[in-house]
């Protein structure tokens, strides 16, 4: 019994040096939807229909799909792909523009998808809880203070890891925009969200990112529905 739990530990620890790798190495993509209110539920069945079937394409790290708490008629789609070729070929397939087109008519806006490198990401400590709550945000940084903005995104992405009730703290660059960065955060409840917001290196990295900040801190709050 030893010897085997030995293994599945081995195992493990070698599937998370595996997942780390490929998460350096991946293209993110974070897709924006915003559906005509009276559309909403229609719309999240498409977007959960096809975060649910991007699951089994090749090169598919992970999908993930996400509703808005503040305004359930707007969603988030997380795709995280091993490269930008499959990434690629999957934006071209037949299915992927099918997907396109069967929202398009429920939009308020069109579809807006941003491609994304990491700057710091890590896989999540344990599976999202039911009441698990996720925040995506848009950072903006004045062009000449990038490089300063980013090594504080850095740091702030390590010490919200060790947070209680942290799952996930991703930090990712637009591939288009290399001075508009994105958090991907989860954390296990609201109360989990308020404590790490309340932190002094949150206070402290707000306080840096100010002067130098293109634009108001954008955070989204969401509950994942695929």
């Known amino acids: 019994m030893r010897v085997v739990l030995r293994s599945l530990y081995v195992v493990a620890l070698l599937l998370v040096g595996i997942e780390v790798a490929a998460a350096q190495d991946a293209l993110y993509v974070v897709g924006y939807v915003e559906a005509v209110p009276q559309s909403a539920e229609q719309t999240r069945a498409l977007i959960t229909q096809y975060t649910k079937a991007l699951r089994q394409e090749p090169g598919a790290v992970q999908s993930l799909a996400l509703q808005r708490i503040e305004a359930p008629n707007q969603f988030a789609i997380i795709e995280v792909w091993k490269d930008k070729e499959t990434q690629a070929i999957h934006a071209a397939a037949v ?22 490198l990491p700057i710091n990401v890590a896989p999540m400590t344990k599976p999202s809880a039911a009441d698990a709550v996720y925040v995506v945000t848009h950072i903006d940084i004045v062009p000449p203070s990038q490089a300063a903005g980013i090594g504080q995104i850095r740091a702030l992405s390590d010490d919200s890891r060790k947070d209680s009730g942290n799952l996930r703290f991703d930090a990712l660059q637009q591939t288009s925009r290399g001075n508009h960065e994105t958090l991907i955060e989860a954390w296990e409840n609201a109360s989990a969200l308020d404590r790490h917001g309340a932190s002094d290196h949150m206070k402290d990295f707000r306080g840096k990112l100010f002067p130098i900040s293109g634009s108001l801190y954008d955070e989204r709050l969401y509950r994942v529905i695929q």
């Open 95 to 116: 299915s992927s523009q099918a997907f396109r087109a069967s929202l398009a008519p429920l939009l308020r806006s069109p579809y807006d998808e941003r491609t994304h």
